[in-house]
């Protein structure tokens, strides 16, 4: 495949208005990657449909697979009715069902008049597993043998059917029933003696997802086991149902690590860079109007400390300094507990530790910022007292944020709410108002030292 980092794709699709032999043309795409095709199909829609007519059935249900949603059903819509009868049929499963589910009634009536029978029940029942599941991820499309079968038989079947299905990394060997019973590994098929029976080199014990299972558990078994594919089963009778690929899974990964993040900033997942201006307004006002409110309960600690704050203005000019490192302190808790609860690394058995991980972090990290900010105020307003109460101000802020941003996420999960979409509000509530609550509260207890 040609590089665009190596060869000019551009000059190269454009010979393609010019060229009229079919296998002139064939040979043209196959040395370009789908992905550079697409990338420069966006920067070029005015030749978008003159471009697209020339290309083979087979190149375009490529194309199709690997674009994103919207241009999977763009490309669709701008190719001949004559041509959807070759292409439709030939998209993989699992891309067909996520542009399904993305289209308006119209559209989807469209595509299902260009599936026959069999294929329009099998997709029907791919809708009706949530699209955040492995059945709603998985593809149908996947090889698998019968135990009695030789190497050289395998071989021979993998020739005349792989070019139709999945990339055959592994084949599943199943019963009559379809029940799962083993795998084998394509470079086993390939290395094993002619005579070889599969039952002979096949695993038993597969490691397999329930097709109820939610993405992101499918996720941390491809990152724990690095697998290329993995089996989708029914768990009532282990009849294997799909397979689900790790280009799949890479999407499931960057789309959950964006969710997280949008969530962490208080952000609509669908608001896109270039959204339109009152979705955008749409989407942040909520958790601003709720940042609103819990900045007020914070405030309202300081409005009980007026009058130590009117006797003594310098502490106001310190007050942010010890809530925005409580801030940031839990925002890095917050992160490690939102990533190990959501990769499944966090569990009943290592809670403790962790939790004495990151109070002893607090504690290091407390008397270090501590110290330093103690010495910079005593050398700003000439005072060991003033310095000694941020210092302490400070070490139980930042305990605080620790414990917040241990127990927040904890308990969040515990009532089924997305930890990255909640965590943030509360936690900084908590360390806003601990913050302020202990600097000012020594302030007045000390206050003679001080004036």
């Not at 026959?116 to 043998?145: N, Q, R, W």
């Amino acid at each position: 495949m040609i590089s665009i980092y190596n060869k000019n794709i551009e000059e190269i699709i454009f010979s393609l208005l010019k060229e009229t032999d079919k296998e002139k043309i064939r040979e043209i795409v196959e040395e370009i990657h789908p992905v550079d095709f697409l990338e420069f199909l966006e920067n070029y829609e005015e030749e978008f449909y003159n471009i697209i007519e020339k290309l083979p059935d087979d190149y375009i249900v490529e194309l199709i697979n690997e674009a994103e949603i919207e241009d999977k059903l763009d490309i669709i819509n701008k190719i001949s009715e004559d041509r959807k009868n070759n292409v439709i049929p030939d998209i993989s499963s699992d891309e067909l069902v996520d542009m399904l589910e993305e289209a308006d009634e119209e559209q989807k009536q469209d595509i299902f008049e260009y599936l026959d029978e069999e294929d329009k029940d099998e997709i029907k029942e791919l809708l009706e597993y949530p699209s955040d599941t492995a059945g709603g991820i998985m593809a149908t499309e996947f090889l698998t043998v019968k135990e009695d079968m030789t190497m050289d038989e395998t071989i021979a079947y993998l020739r005349k059917m792989a070019p139709d299905y999945q990339t055959p990394y592994y084949v599943y060997v199943v019963d009559d029933d379809n029940i799962l019973k083993g795998v084998v590994q394509l470079r086993q098929i390939l290395t094993c003696n002619s005579d070889t029976k599969i039952k002979d080199e096949m695993i038993t014990s597969v490691i397999s997802v329930d097709v109820n299972t939610d993405q992101e558990e499918v996720a941390v078994l491809f990152e724990k086991y690095g697998f290329a594919s993995m089996p989708v089963v029914d768990e009532k009778n282990n009849e294997i149902l799909g397979i689900i690929t790790f280009d799949d899974i890479m999407n499931v990964i960057t789309e959950e690590h964006t969710e997280d993040m949008y969530h962490m900033a208080g952000l609509d997942t669908e608001e896109e860079l270039t959204g339109d201006i009152l979705t955008s307004v749409k989407s942040r006002s909520m958790w601003l109007t709720i940042n609103l409110f819990t900045a007020m309960l914070a405030s309202s600690v300081v409005g009980f400390f007026e009058g130590t704050i009117s006797q003594i203005v310098a502490l106001a000019t310190f007050m942010p300094i010890v809530a925005g490192m409580g801030g940031n302190a839990a925002t890095q808790t917050l992160t490690i507990m939102i990533r190990g609860i959501a990769m499944g690394e966090l569990n009943y058995e290592n809670e403790k530790d962790v939790l004495k991980k990151e109070l002893c972090v607090a504690i290091m990290d407390g008397l270090i910022i501590g110290v330093l900010i103690g010495v910079i105020t005593y050398i700003r307003v000439r005072n060991i007292a003033f310095g000694v109460i941020i210092s302490c101000a400070l070490l139980f802020n930042i305990l605080i944020s620790a414990i917040g941003g241990f127990f927040v996420p904890i308990t969040l999960k515990k009532f089924n709410i997305d930890p990255a979409v909640a965590s943030s509000v509360f936690v900084t509530t908590m360390t806003d108002m601990a913050g302020f609550g202990c600097f000012l509260g020594l302030a007045t207890i000390f206050m003679k030292y001080l004036t």
